[in-house]
């Protein structure tokens, strides 16, 4: 208990500080290309498609983007309160303005959009070559497929979308990096709880569950590669999933309740009131929006799951059944029961649709990428007896 309160206490204290000091930067090294960013947005669309075939799943959401920037702008408070203020919006931690202020010293949203891009070229990179140097080549590609299905190649063109995945692939990267600890080492839930935290502090609620599912799955994964062939469900693999998820929420909760105690304290004002506020809109929804569960869910899953996606994924899902079939003596010798575990994730992100229906129906057409975590679990299943096939194969050839 002591570990996570200094934990989570240290963090906190790093982004007020880091919020403070991005807002000492002087508004007059900014304002020009404040200005160029808003009209270039502005002579945008507020949610232009970018495929119009596919349109609901390929909106930007330059309405946000819009909102980010104009909140870099500063008042003439200290900068301690304009950290908190945020510019009159401080229910969040807006912490993507540490690296945003910086970058509108010498750029405009255009370049920021290159810039992204060139990130997020190089993180999914970077998770690929881990993938396939500690794994092996089918989770590698299921990653890449399953990135596929949220239509990452429109995120560049949006801060709002980019961050939250930012965070995961970095995370990701981490735990490929660092794959040596048992699952039941209890060091992974600092990690989550950390994790958690940073989520809150960085994302405005697009789907931040990302970051704990997609490295929960390569978590299971690292430890189901580098165990033995067993008979027996190790218990140890569900402690893990339901303590990891745990400690993610107790980080990405009290950092939220945090800076709402804080903003309330250092602004005078209660921003604990305007958040429990919003709590009930995006759990329940409001009167002049009523909250319809069976759409909330048809939204999500018809905007994620089109025609062509179907299909792409039931070529997956077929392909695998027949070399299970003309397989399966080779195969069952060599999976472990415990692969069993990676198909519980699926259910993560129904369980949040569940819990913020209301945030889920009205922002469905970006909500919906929380279903990757579905996608890259079953994806990762499959890609787990496959590789195992693979495994036999390679074992038998050197006998």
């Not at 299921?142 to 995961?168: A, C, D, G, T, W």
Request: include cysteine; charge should be positive.
């Amino acid at each position: 208990m002591k570990k996570i309160i200094k934990l989570l206490g240290g963090l906190v204290i790093l982004y007020v500080f880091g919020m403070t000091l991005t807002y000492m930067i002087p508004n007059k090294s900014i304002n020009e290309n404040v200005a160029d960013s808003m009209e270039a947005l502005n002579s945008e669309k507020e949610y232009p498609p970018v495929n119009l075939f596919d349109e609901k799943a390929t909106r930007l959401d330059n309405f946000t983007d819009k909102i980010m920037i104009d909140k870099a702008r500063g008042t003439k408070e200290s900068s301690l309160t304009e950290g908190m203020f945020v510019n009159g919006y401080p229910r969040y931690w807006h912490g993507y303005q540490i690296f945003l202020r910086p970058l509108l010293i010498v750029f405009n949203y255009s370049v920021i959009r290159q810039i992204y891009g060139l990130i997020l070229v190089l993180l999914i990179g970077i998770n690929f070559y881990l993938y396939l140097k500690k794994l092996d080549v089918f989770i590698a590609f299921s990653f890449l497929l399953s990135l596929y299905f949220v239509r990452i190649y429109i995120f560049f063109l949006s801060m709002q979308f980019s961050n939250v995945f930012f965070v995961m692939l970095l995370f990701n990267i981490f735990l490929l990096k660092n794959s040596k600890k048992n699952i039941s080492n209890k060091q992974y839930f600092l990690y989550f709880l950390t994790i958690g935290s940073l989520t809150n502090f960085f994302d405005l609620l697009t789907v931040p569950l990302v970051t704990l599912g997609i490295p929960l799955i390569t978590l299971i994964y690292l430890n189901l590669k580098k165990a033995s062939i067993s008979s027996e469900i190790s218990v140890d693999y569900l402690k893990s999933i339901l303590l990891n998820s745990f400690s993610w929420g107790i980080g990405y909760g009290l950092t939220w309740l945090s800076k709402w105690i804080f903003a309330s304290l250092v602004l005078k004002k209660n921003i604990l009131e305007d958040a429990f506020r919003t709590i009930i809109f995006r759990t329940e929804g409001y009167n002049n929006i009523p909250l319809n569960r069976i759409n909330m869910f048809e939204n999500n899953m018809n905007t994620m799951f089109n025609n062509f996606y179907v299909v792409l994924i039931a070529c997956v899902i077929i392909l695998t059944i027949i070399i299970l079939i003309k397989k399966r003596e080779h195969i069952m010798n060599r999976i472990s029961l415990n692969s069993i575990y990676i198909l519980l994730l699926i259910g993560y992100p129904y369980i949040w649709y569940t819990v913020l229906a209301g945030h889920s129906q009205v922002h469905y057409w970006f909500t919906y990428r929380l279903q990757i975590i579905a996608v890259f679990s079953l994806l990762s299943f499959l890609s787990y007896i496959i590789s195992s096939l693979f495994n036999s194969k390679n074992e038998e050839m050197k006998i």
